[in-house]
């Protein structure tokens, strides 16, 4: 394996951190277009440099996460 590439045990942690379900909570003024923005994100999928535990920088693909959830929480009124 070439020097600074991924370990393949480094790969598959960041394949289980996929796996892990996104909880992303609304704005505190009860608004939900912050949270639809990040769930959207969060499903995308993204590259970026990283670090490996060994010090070697590396590029991580992820392929979005497609289990997210809203909290709803605050707002200007009660929530029924």
Known sequence: MARGLLNPRFIA???LASLVRSVLKNGTDG???VAIDAINAAG???CFLSVTKWGHSA???TSGNGD???ILRGG???KL
Do not use: L, S
């Open 13 to 15: 942690n960041w394949r």
């Open 31 to 33: 608004t939900i277009k």
């Open 44 to 46: 995308a999928p993204h």
């Open 59 to 61: 590029i991580v693909n």
């Open 68 to 70: 997210c959830h809203i």
């Open 76 to 78: 200007k009124a009660p």
